[in-house]
């Protein structure tokens, strides 16, 4: 499956922003999907994944509250709505996927098979 991520770019601190990954190439239903970001020197960290059907979500600790996942499995995205917005969440931000089994979500990087290309986000203070 082929992963593009967009949407990132630069908000001010309390701000919002939505991410966008669209999927290509495979039966999208059949993936469980997730959000990582990697700031500089620091490695890659759950932002947020969702389940195949779109019925469990699971978030990083430092994002519950402010961020939610969602997809549509219609029209092959999953997003990532990201609200209240600090500077600490400047990253990289990539989508990943990986086939799912009924409502598991995965938390963990090396779960995931297939990646998206990042797209940057940049909180001023």
């Known amino acids: 499956v082929q992963l593009q991520a967009f949407g990132g770019g630069l908000v001010q601190a309390g701000g919002s922003l939505r991410l966008s990954c669209a999927a290509s190439?495979?039966?999208?239903?059949?993936?469980?999907m997730g959000w990582f970001r990697q700031a500089p020197g620091k490695e890659r960290e759950l932002v947020a994944a969702?389940?195949?059907?779109?019925?469990?979500?699971s978030y990083g600790d430092s994002v519950k509250g402010r961020f939610t996942i969602s997809r549509d499995n219609a029209k092959n995205t999953v997003d990532l709505q990201m609200n209240s917005l600090k500077p600490e969440d400047t990253a990289v931000y990539y989508c990943?996927?990986?086939?799912?089994?009924?409502?598991?979500?995965?938390?963990?990087?090396?779960?995931?098979?297939?990646w998206g290309q990042g797209t940057l986000v940049t909180v001023s203070s």
């Open positions: 990943g996927a990986r086939e799912g089994y009924g409502a598991y979500t995965y938390r963990s990087r090396g779960q995931y098979n297939y």
């Open positions: 190439g495979r039966t999208f239903s059949n993936y469980a």
């Open positions: 969702i389940s195949r059907s779109g019925s469990t979500t």
